[in-house]
């Protein structure tokens, strides 16, 4: 407990005599001179061109359509043929008999598929790049107390002004 009062004891007066002073002051300018930056600007463009493209035909189809015009045409003379109980097992072994007969058909005329050819446009976007310097602004310099001083601004300055801080 003793300690913590001496500590106290001797702090509290330290920091009542810490002081600071602020003040502000300007100094002149010994150089201004104008800072550029170097912009890149891309601007797109399109390069196109066309082209032939394969189209096939005929050769999706798979004879379905031969199977199902056969089935029914058989499926008809089947009918056509039979008598009594006998007629309904005419049409089915009519209707199965076309179906393998007009997809085989089918098939046949199908062996050869064609190939045909289309123009199709395509393009690619592409960017024409161009590097440019723009104004920023003006870099200020002046020496305060041996020290490099260096403010910029938009303008070219006579003085810099500072705000000093002084801690004793």
Not at 10 to 26: G, K
Not at 97 to 111: E, Q
Request: hydrophobic share 35%.
């Amino acid at each position: 407990m003793k300690k913590i009062t001496y500590i106290a004891l001797f702090a509290i007066p330290l920091a009542l005599m810490a002081e600071s002073i602020q003040f502000s002051d300007s100094i002149p300018v010994i150089k201004s001179e104008p800072v550029y930056k170097v912009v890149t600007k891309r601007t797109p463009y399109q390069e196109c061109w066309d082209e032939q493209v394969p189209v096939s035909s005929g050769a999706n189809n798979d004879g379905t359509i031969g199977a199902l015009i056969g089935g029914v045409a058989g499926g008809i003379l089947g009918h056509q043929v039979g008598g009594g109980s006998g007629k309904t097992a005419a049409t089915v072994g009519g209707a199965i008999i076309g179906t393998l007969v007009g997809k085989n058909l089918a098939d046949k005329g199908n062996n050869q598929p064609t190939t045909t050819y289309r123009t199709q446009r395509k393009c690619v976007t592409k960017y024409n790049e161009t590097q440019e310097e723009r104004f920023v602004g003006y870099k200020n310099v002046g020496n305060y107390k041996g020290k490099t001083i260096i403010k910029y601004s938009n303008k070219p300055l006579q003085r810099i002004r500072l705000f000093v801080s002084v801690n004793y």
